[in-house]
């Protein structure tokens, strides 16, 4: 079991080229992880990601929000993942 989560909270269709994901992560404290957000479009096929880095904190649950540029217009945006950000 990894010792950290994430979850989408909103997102936002800026325009054609740009969403912006707005989303929680939950880690130990002291623990430097990477999500990356993904933008897709209306076949759920992927136009656009973005890794965020959520460097070490004192809290464990955060909030952030990220933005995607996209190939082509997206209708949604999640986090798909979050890794331990490398040392």
């Known amino acids: 079991v990894r010792p950290f989560s994430a979850a989408t909270v909103s997102y936002s269709v800026v325009d054609d080229t740009k969403v912006t994901v707005s ?12 999500c990356t957000i993904q933008a897709m479009d209306i076949h759920f096929t992927v136009v ?3 890794n965020i880095v959520i460097p070490v904190g004192s809290v464990q ?10 190939a082509s217009r997206a209708v949604t945006g999640v986090v798909q993942d979050c890794v331990r950000t490398a040392s």
């Not at 989303?23 to 002291?30: E, K, L, Q, Y």
């Not at 649950?61 to 996209?70: C, K, L, Y």
């Open 61 to 70: 649950t955060t909030h952030h929000e990220g933005t995607v540029r996209t």
């Open 23 to 34: 989303f929680d992560v939950t880690r130990p404290s002291g623990l430097p992880v990477t």
């Open 48 to 50: 656009g990601s973005a």
